[in-house]
């Protein structure tokens, strides 16, 4: 199934990932979208790569904009 690791603070994604332990994710193009919540676009990668701490992770498909290094 596809679930969304939708965030207003940081750690809510990786709570929800704590929960699902994904196999895979995406993160999506970086943008103004969550300034509201997170304030900086620096918090904003901080907060999106809490998705990649899932320990069954077999791949991450990343966004340039994130600018997160998956190897």
Do not use: C, N
Not at 4 to 27: N, P, V
């Amino acid at each position: 199934y596809i679930a969304e690791a939708g965030a207003r603070k940081r750690g809510d994604i990786l709570q929800i990932t704590r929960i699902l332990q994904q196999d895979y994710a995406i993160i999506g193009q970086l943008g103004p979208q969550h300034l509201e919540y997170f304030k900086t676009i620096d918090a904003i990668k901080q907060a999106k790569r809490e998705i990649l701490v899932s320990s069954k992770m077999k791949k991450a498909f990343v966004h340039e904009s994130a600018e997160i290094d998956t190897e």
